[in-house]
């Protein structure tokens, strides 16, 4: 799960068309059998991880 606290980072919706701040939950979930195949995955497609240290996996 992550939050997005503005709507407006899709291009396809113009700021004419949105009224107020407006944000979303995204939850995205895979067939990977192990936590580390879906990680790889979600990284392939340009998902940035951090570690616990807040340096990058």
Do not use: W, Y
């Not at 407006?8 to 944000?23: A, M, N, Q, T, W």
């Not at 939850?27 to 570690?51: C, H, I, N, Q, Y």
Request: hydrophobic fraction near 35%; charge should be negative.
């Amino acid at each position: 799960n992550m939050g997005i606290d503005e709507c407006l980072i899709f291009p396809e919706l113009g700021h004419d068309e949105v009224k107020g701040s407006r944000g979303m939950n995204v939850t995205m979930v895979t067939t990977s059998k192990t936590d580390e195949g879906a990680v790889e995955l979600l990284r392939m497609l340009g998902m940035p991880f951090r570690d616990e240290e807040g340096g990058q996996l």
